[in-house]
Nanobody
Framework: QVQVVESGGGLVQPGGSLRLSCAVS????????MGWYRQAPGKQRELVAT???????NYADSVKGRFTISRDNAQNTVYLQMNSLKPEDTAVYYC???????????WGQGTQVTVSS
């Protein structure tokens, strides 16, 4: 079993920044892919960003140029730097750790991000 714990959410004004952290109980260098997803009230969970074992990154169009996903293998932690935040970024953000291609992976409990003036 892999434990995934997100942190770093909070309330921020439009245009502000936050950095989310995802701590994993197993070495993330062995994970096939790590991802950040988000779910706003009344909407389906959606992909925000992913980073593969080979550090290839992928972003949703809505966050390209504003968000950056990165990893610290020594700390078994994945980060999501979020800049120029907009009210539409308000959601619960979830981290997903996928050890093997094709598996659903392991999810954390989520961290709330609220962008509001």
């Amino acid at each position: 079993q892999v434990q995934v714990v997100e942190s770093g959410g909070g309330l921020v004004q439009p245009g502000g920044s936050l950095r989310l952290s995802c701590a994993v109980s197993r070495s993330i260098s062995s994970m096939y892919v790590m991802g950040w997803y988000r779910q706003a009230p009344g909407k389906q969970r959606e992909l925000v960003a992913t980073i593969t074992r080979w550090s290839t990154t992928n972003y949703a169009d809505s966050v390209k140029g504003r968000f950056t996903i990165s990893r610290d293998n020594a700390q078994n932690t994945v980060y999501l730097q979020m800049n120029s935040l907009k009210p539409e970024d308000t959601a619960v953000y979830y981290c997903n750790a996928v050890p093997v291609s094709g598996s659903q992976g392991f999810w954390g409990q989520g961290t709330q991000v609220t962008v509001s003036s």
